[in-house]
């Protein structure tokens, strides 16, 4: 094995896929790339990396709402966009060809173009280390679309792109214990 710098380790353990959160701050729609996710236990609960640093902060701070939707591999260029140009002088829906959907239970819309959305509430911040727990209180998926594959950022501006998904749900019934 090859040393590499420490730095760059995160890029070895690459996380879900790269998402777009949405925010509502009472006025206009805003949209952000975020790369870093996670699922937290078999729940409907999810972390998001984010600060003050991004404008879409403010609005998910005050609102304590947003959507995180879930593009696919035909979306990345919009993804980078959206990614590199703020909302604080740029209506990226609009630049980026993005149509926003209402949601049922949180002012933050859902993205048409992208396959999933889940409505979120915040129900955490943890100010030390930028995360921002939420809570899903709805999901959708279009299953019509032909295309399913999402993106994974490395973390150096490349990407990985899923594939097929391979089950092993019958090994995996047989290792769960009883009541789980």
């Known amino acids: 094995m090859e040393k ?14 790269v998402v777009l959160v949405t925010t509502n701050n009472g006025e ?22 984010t600060g003050a640093w991004n404008y879409s902060f403010a609005a998910l701070r005050e609102t304590r709402e947003c ?10 260029d919009k993804v980078i966009g959206v990614g590199t140009s703020s909302g604080a002088d740029t209506d ?12 049922e ?3 933050a819309p859902l993205i048409k173009e992208c396959i999933a959305n889940i409505e979120c509430r915040v129900i955490d911040i943890v ?14 998926f279009d299953d019509s679309r032909k295309e399913k594959r999402t993106v994974h950022a490395v973390g150096d501006g490349t990407f990985i ?11 995996m019934r047989s290792k769960i214990p009883a009541g789980i």
Not at 67 to 76: C, D, G, K, Q, W
Not at 161 to 171: A, I, N, P, Q, T
């Open 28 to 49: 206009k729609n805003n949209v952000m790339t975020i790369s870093w996710t996670m699922v937290m236990d078999f729940t409907p609960v999810f972390a998001i990396t």
């Open 161 to 171: 792109v899923d594939g097929r998904k391979l089950s092993r749900k019958k090994l």
């Open 92 to 103: 990226k829906f609009e630049k980026f060809m993005l149509t926003p959907v209402p949601g």
């Open 67 to 76: 959507v995180i939707s879930i593009p696919t591999v035909e979306m990345l």
């Open 105 to 107: 239970h949180v002012q």
């Open 127 to 140: 100010k030390k280390h930028n995360i921002v727990v939420l809570e899903g209180v709805a999901a959708y």
């Open 4 to 17: 590499i710098e420490l730095s760059k380790a995160f890029t070895l353990i690459e996380p879900g896929p």
